[in-house]
């Protein structure tokens, strides 16, 4: 009996581990962390840059105009799709010609490198008319003496393509203030709406009215002398 059980005895424990190693696979255990393959982007290249749709307004954010056309590819020379983007939409321009930073911004931003390129932007002043002449002091101008001596108030100068035609601020002045006449009587002088935002706006020196061949009048006071 001793005999058989002793034979039995070294069976008996390799079935044990079995069944211990058994159950201890199915406990939960702590999972491994998955592996992520890092993203490779490809990088691009533009290949032709777009357009700016018209020209700009000096003192206007970017973002007022639009960007067209324009195109890009990758690394491999295939085309990108994609779209072109101020690289800062809130920057302003003075007058002039500005080379501009723009970026090209891939729809799968994920497979695709962002890029970058420059176009040119022309930004002009806004032209002014003036609606309503100003008013000379009442008053004759001395003979020989200058028309800077007379103050000029009142008056107009709109932007004419401007929605709604708002006033714009500023005041006038005589073209020449050295201007002077020898003799007594009524002349016409030559004035000019000044805008407090030079930046923006040119100075004005013609009339809302046409004459008969459809060109703007120059805008003239009567001034008297005597």
Not at 2 to 22: E, I, Q, V
Not at 45 to 73: I, Q, R
Not at 192 to 209: G, H, I
Request: hydrophobic content about 40%.
């Amino acid at each position: 009996m001793t005999r058989k059980f002793s034979r039995a005895l070294p069976l008996f424990l390799a079935l044990l581990m079995l069944l211990t190693l058994s159950v201890s696979a199915k406990k939960p255990g702590k999972k491994e962390p998955e592996k992520i393959c890092p993203v490779i982007q490809l990088k691009t290249v533009v290949t032709e840059a777009p357009s700016v749709e018209k020209v700009g307004v000096a003192s206007c954010a970017l973002s007022t105009l639009k960007l067209v056309g324009g195109s890009a590819e990758d690394e491999f020379g295939n085309p990108v799709p994609g779209v072109f983007v101020w690289d800062d939409p809130t920057a302003t321009m003075k007058v002039g010609i500005h080379e501009v930073t723009v970026r090209f911004v891939p729809f799968w931003y994920k497979s695709y490198a962002e890029c970058t390129c420059t176009v040119k932007v022309h930004a002009y002043k806004l032209n002014l008319t003036v609606k309503q002449l100003p008013t000379v002091e009442e008053k004759k101008l001395a003979v020989g003496k200058s028309v800077s001596e007379l103050t000029l108030y009142d008056g107009v100068a709109v932007n004419h393509f401007e929605k709604g035609r708002p006033a714009i601020a500023g005041h006038f002045e005589f073209v020449d203030p050295d201007q002077k006449f020898d003799k007594a009587g009524t002349y016409e002088c030559a004035v000019v709406f000044k805008p407090d935002n030079s930046e923006l706006y040119n100075d004005a020196t013609v009339t809302y009215a046409r004459n008969a061949d459809r060109t703007f009048k120059d805008a003239y006071i009567s001034v008297t002398v005597g």
